[in-house]
Every structure is written in C-alpha cells, then in structure tokens.
C-alpha cells in the first residue's frame, strides 16, 4: 500500500507543473482469475532452451520456415535469420519495428510492423509495403499476423491514440481503438472485422478456420470473431478474467491455442484504473518512474472453447521472462520475448 501512497503523491506533484499527455477514462477492470489449479505458479520454463541474438534484442516473434530456418525481428528493424548449423544473418532492415511475422503459402515473409505496417518480405529480400492506411488514415501500430489456409492475412492495429512508443499511455488512458482487419493479397482489399478494443495485439485463426482470435492487452482478454457459419462476422468473448497481460497467441494443429502472458496483471494499475484524475498524473512521470512488473514467464495452452488446460511459469525469469510470442512446432514451443536477447525454445 505504500507504493501506491508514494507514486500518488508523486503524480500530484507532477500535476502542478504541467498538463498530462493523456485525457484518460474511468475503467473497472475484471477480478483476475485465482493463480491456482492449472493457473498455480511453476518453474516449467526454467529448462527453456535459449538462442542468443547477434548484438540485438528484443526478437518479439518467432517463426519458421519449411527449411526450418529460424526468423525473427529486434529492435533495430532488422529481420534476422537462422538456419540449422549457421549463424544468424540479417535479411533486411524495415525502418520501423518489426513485431509479428508469418509465412504464406508461397513463403514470403509477412511482416506486422509497429511503425511501417504490413510488410511483406519476399524469398529475395524484396520488401513491399501491403497495407499501411484505412480509410485515409495511417494504420498507427501494425501489431500481429497469422494466415489463413485460404491465404488471407489477418492483423491487429493495437492503437490509434498512440504510437508504438507511448503504448504505455494507451494502457493508462483506456479508451479502446485497436482493430483487427482481414487482407486479401489477390485483391489488396483491405477490411474492418472488429474495432474499439483495448490494445489489439496477437492474432491467430482457428485450425478449423471457422474464427480468428485477437488479445487485447489492457483489458486481459481475447475477443473471437467468427468467420463461417451462422455467427459469421459477429464477435464475442473468448476467454476473460486473465492473470496476466496477454500479448502473442497462436494456433496449434490439435486445434489449442498457445498465449504468451507477458506479466501477472499489476494491483497498482488496477487499482487506479477506474480514477482518470491519478492516471492523467501518472502519464506526466517520467518513463523510468513508471511502475515496471519484475521479470516474469508466463504462457499458457487454451482449448478450443476457450478454457485454460495448461499454464507453464518461469517465476524468477531464470531462463526467461516478458514473453510476447509462443509458436508451437513440431519440436517444440519458440518463445519471443519483448526485451530479451535470445529466442527461447521449450522442447517437447
């Protein structure tokens, strides 16, 4: 409680000297689900197989192609690659923050960037841009990807309030404009499957194809929007309540979903959620003030319905921790992680 005491007497001293970045609104956020049973803490993660980066960090996704070479983007914008028994190299540089990746069918590389937008990378290093506005309106922060088996390409734009490097803000002001938007690379159609949510960010389509999920960040949850059948196009809640920041989710062949948690939700900011006057305060701070969770592992396995089956924890991050990205593959999960400088791998 005393924390808590200290960062309030420390926004309203910041509230006499200038106006906030933020107009925040009153939020109430859910009652977390109980860390206990499937949710119960472990140190599953600790035996993580780790793949250092070259001099870079921050590989926030993972993906494979069919020669199971590893491809990964940092901080810097580059776009690296690793294959079996070589070394890392980089493909490309975007300019901007490379965040979700996937391959298509052809295997190009498709590219969520979180300052250019929809990239794609082709087989000879030729980078295109596929979508960067709607409407007439910059797409703001182009967050994940995943494809369907049609070869529609399914994205999240996190925020339109704020870019990529005052996400922070965004989380305090609570005033949902993230979108999830369908791509047709035959047409360059661009569409709106689902607006107003609390940081968009991963995105994944069902194995049967029949829905596509997206998290949304702040308000710890994933939001289902359904593709075929009699729901088709409608939205609704797939799961809620979570323990922890959702960032990264894919789907696995046996039809689960794989979440990457990239911390326990934070009591203080739930606490001042639902006071506008303390978050406008709290958004004046300087950045290296603002309340940072200490490093924490978290992914967990979903079925098909939206139940939590599984939950897998580094408590310390001895091995690993912030992770933003779970692949599942043949040989095993592929972990991102937001600041770290390797790519994990929890072999099966």
């Known amino acids: ?21 933020i107009q ?15 949710l119960a803490p472990n140190d599953a993660l600790q035996i993580t197989e780790l793949t250092n980066l070259p001099g870079s960090r921050g590989g926030e996704d993972v993906a494979l192609d069919r020669l199971k070479c590893l491809y990964t983007g940092v901080e810097n914008g580059d776009v690296l690659r690793k294959c079996p028994y070589s070394d890392w190299e980089t493909l ?16 190009n590389l498709i590219i969520a960037d979180g300052v250019k937008g929809l990239l794609k990378l082709s087989q000879t290093r030729e980078l295109t ?17 995943d494809i369907a088996a049609d070869g529609t390409i399914y994205f999240s734009d996190a925020s339109q309030n704020f870019a990529l490097k005052d996400y922070m803000f965004d989380a305090l002001a609570a005033k949902p404009s993230g979108r999830l938007f369908s791509y047709s690379p035959v047409t360059g159609q661009l569409k709106l499957l689902a607006d107003e949510l609390y940081f968009a960010n991963g995105v994944a389509v069902a194995a049967d194809q029949s829905f596509v999920l997206v998290n949304e960040s702040f308000s ?73 969770p200490a490093p924490y592992g978290f992914i967990i396995q979903l079925d098909a319905e939206g139940n939590i089956i599984q939950s897998l924890h580094d408590q310390a991050a001895v091995a690993i921790g912030e992770i933003t990205s779970v692949q599942p593959e043949d040989d095993g999960l592929y972990l991102g992680t937001l600041h770290g400088r390797a790519i994990g791998k929890l072999a099966f």
């Not at 409680?1 to 960062?7: A, D, F, G, I």
């Not at 925040?24 to 499937?38: D, E, I, N």
């Open 24 to 38: 925040s609104a009153a939020f109430q956020p859910s009652r977390p689900l109980a860390m206990s049973g499937v």
């Open 92 to 107: 490309v540089n975007t300019g901007g923050r490379p965040l979700g990746l996937a391959f298509d069918v052809e295997q």
């Open 1 to 21: 409680m005393w924390k808590l005491l200290v960062v309030i007497a420390l926004a309203i001293g910041a509230a006499l000297w200038y106006p906030s970045p």
């Open 129 to 145: 841009m596929l979508a960067d506005s709607f409407n007439g309106k910059p797409l703001r922060v182009v967050d994940d990807v």
């Open 220 to 292: 710890y949850r994933t939001t289902r929007v359904w593709l075929r059948g009699a729901k088709a196009g409608q939205k609704d809640l797939f799961v809620n309540k979570l323990p922890g920041i959702p960032d990264g989710i894919a789907a696995d062949k046996d039809g689960t979903f794989w979440m990457a948690l990239y911390a326990p939700r934070s009591q203080l900011v739930d606490k001042v959620h639902p006071i506008p006057f303390i978050k406008d305060q709290l958004a004046k701070l300087p950045k290296d003030l603002a309340p940072v």
